[in-house]
């Protein structure tokens, strides 16, 4: 995998200076503003203006305590970015979602992922973004005509970022088979295999994918850790995840605890993962002492602190650097250099 200059320069901003992706995830919507518009619906203060107010001031919030310990946040353009930009540190990774979280679900629970309208990858570029991150919901044995569409949409995303030399970021996630299972180790290979084979599928040259955003081939509660009872088994199927990304890949949270994805990490890690994107652990119970704003803000600087340093500590001894898992080279082939160079980039 061998990534344009413009790629390799925004992924450096979106990791520390080792190479580890320590992202914070702020781009969640629904998890923010339904609990705020509840509170504000009883106590009878309900207006847009005060909900799209009190979302900014939140997501300000985060921002604010979590940047010091990230190499990069995750931000949606709707509320983040349009109202937290000039909070975000410039040495900061800026790493901007572009599907619409309301994206259409069918009759089967499967989700289309449809982008946010009037958003798209030209205009992550034009505000500065470092990273264009797409959520695709995906399994390889489901309705054939929605995975068409998946596909078509990430072909498309990939595409356009090549255009605009932006990383593209996948973020990928396998729904359930609608296969009813009674068997613990059919269960737990239907789990794996949905994970795999959507990474194995997306893995292709065609999409053009840059990094994978991945969730836990193995579910949560059967994850010891390294070097505890039974951990081979979890660790081979973990050991899959490189043969098949074949370029860097970190770790989701997706709603693991605190211990929960230390655990999972330790496994990751080992496996060749190159750091984490993390969210709603940090500040999740946070949220519901809202509209106590002080009250928030001590929940946020005691254990999501403490958390997130835990975690970047096991980043910092254990995690693969992300130019490790690609071609780069130290110096640049000589055939570009001089005037050749320019000629590599046309006009858009």
């Known amino acids: 995998m061998t990534l344009a200059l413009g790629k390799q320069w925004s992924l450096r901003r979106m990791t520390d200076k080792n190479g580890y992706f320590k992202m914070t995830s702020l781009d969640q919507r629904a998890p923010i503003e339904d609990p705020i518009k509840q509170v504000l619906s009883h106590s009878g203060l309900f207006s847009i203006d005060k909900l799209n107010q009190d979302v900014v001031s939140f997501k300000r919030l985060l921002i604010e305590t979590f940047q010091s310990r990230s190499s990069a946040m995750l931000l949606d353009p709707s509320f983040a970015v349009a109202g937290c930009l000039n909070t975000l540190d410039t040495d900061k990774g800026l790493f901007i979602s572009l599907e619409d979280p309301y994206s259409a679900k069918t009759e089967q629970g499967a989700t289309i992922t449809s ?29 054939v005509q929605v995975n068409a569409q998946q596909q078509q949409l990430v072909r498309k995303v990939g595409a356009d970022c090549v255009k605009y030399d932006i990383p593209f970021v996948l973020e990928l996630l396998a729904y359930p088979s609608c296969e009813v299972l009674d068997n613990t180790a059919l269960i737990k290979q239907q789990k794996a295999d949905s994970v795999l084979l959507a990474l194995q599928e997306f893995a292709k040259e065609k999409y053009q994918v840059d990094v994978f955003m991945l969730e836990s081939p193995v579910d949560v509660k059967d994850i010891g850790g390294v070097n505890n009872t039974g951990w081979e088994e979890v660790q081979a199927i973990f050991d899959q995840i490189p043969k098949l990304a074949k370029r860097p890949w970190v770790m989701l949270s997706m709603g693991a605890d605190m211990a929960e994805f230390q655990l999972m990490m330790s496994h990751a890690y080992q496996a060749g993962c190159s750091g984490y994107l993390a969210g709603r652990a940090y500040w999740l119970d946070t949220i519901d002492a809202y509209p106590n704003w002080g009250k928030m803000q001590c929940s946020l600087n005691g254990k999501s602190l403490d958390y997130i340093d835990a975690l970047n500590k096991l980043t910092d001894e254990r995690a693969l650097p992300w130019h490790k898992c690609t071609n780069e080279e130290e110096f640049p082939d000589s055939s570009i250099l001089n005037n050749e160079f320019c000629h590599l980039y046309h006009d858009i």
């Open 115 to 143: 982008v946010i309208p009037g958003w798209s990858v030209g205009k992550i570029k034009r505000v500065g973004g470092d990273a264009v991150k797409l959520l695709i919901w995906y399994h390889s044995t489901g309705n």
